[in-house]
């Protein structure tokens, strides 16, 4: 019995992963071969799909600076929420960035702050509230006021507000946003409330109206070349799957899933209209729905978590062993993918990217 299961789960990557490894396995190479960044700098906010490291000191219990996160990642817990790297660190290797960009938290020095900062912080959302039963997050707004205080100390650093916007506008900048909107605020069992105030619809316009005001804040701090992802199946997660079921044969909570299209339909659109207003800004649209799509297809256990979860946070249980054979899961904990999973991600979102830069 148990030699079956090792066979099973040791079987070798499917095709597409094949192909999509050779893509960024070549990239990175060109990148380690002396080939300059494709930008000279890169900025990143979002959720704990992007989080290194900005929650390891705040008040919650969304946070995972301890093993058995980390186990494939060089430098072991970091505050990543997964087993290696996220798909913001691989898009990083991508355009040719040697070292991953350090969180804002860290108080990066002069020479790092030039390259890129991350301000992505696990349970936040565009909404101040979302996300906050578990404690303290670095929600959108504040994520932006960090950013403001990267932007000053630019200036300072190449002596003029002028020399800091040219700079600026130079750089990539990424944001993964609106996840935890709806699976920490909007569908929480004790979120009638706020269900009773709007429609899956109505609550997209909401979220969407919050989010185009931070993303015009966002261009006025000097953003010109920006990647806006967005939401996930958030049906397809081992967490609503436990915590909802599904109907017969069905792989994911597609009722879950149908709450959230109406954000990103209205995503794609202010992505078009951001376009049409500022001639010299470039928006693009990263489809999270396609990679899980195709995540789906490719992987051979897509339910069952690589960890051990906590029946609470659906985080991995501290110091508990994750399984051996990583590159079969989908996902690393009940809500966040593994290393592997996010070398599929990196490389679809990348072409939309490269649009833009």
Known sequence: MGSRRSSLHSRPPPTLFMLIAVVVVALIAAAADGFAPRVPCYFI??????????????????????????VDFPAGPTGRFSNGRTTADLIGEMLGFRKFIPPFASNPDERQILVGVNYASGSAGILFESGKLGGDNIDLDQQLKNHEVTVSRIAQILGSKQAAGEHLGQCLYICNMGNNDYLNNYILPQSTEIRNRYNPDQFAAHLITQYSAQINRMYKLGARKVALAGVSNIGCTPRLIAAVGTDDGATCVESANQVVAPFNTRLRSLVSQLNSVYHDAKFAYLDSVLVGTLALKEFRITRKTCCQVST??????????????RRSHLFWDAYHPTDFANRLGAPIYYPAIQRIL
């Open 45 to 70: 906010f979002g959720d704990s799909l992007f989080d290194n490291g900005n929650n390891n000191n705040l008040s919650t219990v969304t946070k995972v600076n301890y093993s058995p996160y980390g």
């Open 312 to 325: 609470v946070t659906g985080l991995c249980l501290p110091n508990t062993r994750p399984c051996t054979f």
